[in-house]
DNA sequence: CCCTCGGTTCGGCGGCCGCCGAAACGTCGG
DNA sequence: CCGACGTTTCGGCGGCCGCCGAACCGAGGG
């Protein structure tokens, strides 16, 4: 059975603030190098080279080596999932932001982000109600998309789900809203039209994400949903 | 936002053996005393006196003061979700049971056992793909009851969701069978009803359970499963 | 072919953390 | 009121772990 030992074990590897750090930039669902990673969290090199090395052991993490470059990247969407649920457990206490830069990344990555693959934060919510509200996704018995719903992803989107141990859609929740913003194939595959339409661009160099002028006249045509392009530039 | 700092200290309550074996001992959802805990990790009353005070202060358990008893207990079912999560990741590397006795132990769970508030291992993964066939769960699009499920629960088991943030219907990742079966409101519901009408029954002290003759019974009248009554005595 | 540069390995240092035993505290039972 | 018992507090001990710098390795680039 799961004993105590291999619990312990695998909270371990995120029990430390820089591997933390690591796994929380990773989010992005990016692959970044050992040294863009070691300079984030403030580290030398070799401390960074030791710290991958655990993650990747531990499963983890997925290294791939070119030229002399280790680049790394989360192994999985439930790696993911399980670092934006532990993420949601570890807010709550407490930790207000502090300095103005920081008051202004926090409030660009409240109004919209990508969570590993899919989207979240207000921008996520009120799309995901927005979809509830149209008859698309079952809110209220679970988190499923309808047969309406089905047809629409394919109609408006084309979407098709593939056969595979992931849920087509599944509920994240979020941990600046407080409640569930759609994930699983249906939100991968949201988040990735969307953003090759240009209906949506990144906001500098870190997770959080503003909606382009296109993209909320998309939204508002779709789904009804009307919100404002990007508040804050860049 | 969630700093790799919150993150870590969140994860380093579990980053100890002792205290990862206290929480999943705590997952059958009842309440232990402090001694209790100490005796079954082995170690000292004064270690587990202080493994206490960190998880509480962490907020992952609960505790009530009874005469000269201090009670713990699971804080949230998100708390328990969470332990499922890590377990599922936990489990899948190599880790294998030595001895008879844990052995038994390890076939008694994956057979059948309680997740904090509902049912898991092969048991509650067949209730819940017999949902699926008689179209009262949605597999397909995600987990949710459908209309028809949401009428079946109410009038085979008196089942009426409360408004709450927590999911009438969710899916938890099975670590025996790696599969989803029910767990939010509605699996709850099932399992203390089960619970309730004698269908299923502790198997000694764990989290482990055998179904009754009775329960045999019930579960083919109302979903046409049929699983054998408890392979093993007691 | 050498130089640069990203990454790794290794030794060593410092601090944190889990453990225990001893002593103290409060509750319960007789 | 006294003894038993569950729990807590406090030192102190040992080990693990994260950190760095120095040396080393290998891939590119000029």
Do not use: K
Request: glycine fraction near 12%.
């Amino acid at each position: 059975m799961t004993t105590g030992a291999a619990l312990a074990d695998l909270a371990a590897l995120l029990a430390d603030r820089t591997r933390a750090q690591f796994c929380l930039a990773l989010l992005d669902g990016r692959a970044w190098t050992a040294g863009e990673l070691a300079a984030l969290a403030g580290v030398a090199p070799s401390t960074a080279s030791e710290h991958l090395g655990r993650l990747v052991a531990g499963g983890l993490l997925v290294e791939r080596r070119q030229g002399r470059h280790r680049y790394v990247q989360l192994a999985a969407p439930e790696v993911a999932q399980l670092l934006e649920d532990l993420g949601a457990h570890a807010a709550p206490r407490g930790a207000e932001p502090v300095g103005l830069r920081a008051v202004a990344t926090t409030a660009a990555l409240a109004w919209g982000r990508t969570c590993y693959d899919h989207l979240a934060g207000r921008l996520g919510v009120a799309i995901t109600s927005a979809l509830g509200e149209r008859g698309l996704l079952d809110l209220t018995g679970g988190f499923a998309l309808t047969t309406d719903g089905m047809a629409w992803f394919r109609a408006e989107l084309g979407f098709v789900p593939v056969p595979s141990r992931r849920p087509v859609a599944r509920a994240c929740l979020d941990w600046t809203e407080r409640r569930s913003h759609l994930a699983g194939q249906a939100g991968a595959h949201l988040r990735s039209r969307m953003q090759h339409n240009g209906w949506i661009a990144g906001r500098g160099d870190g997770r959080a994400v503003r909606l382009t002028p296109s993209g909320t006249r998309a939204l508002s045509d779709l789904l009804g949903v009307t919100l404002p392009t990007a508040a804050t530039p860049t």
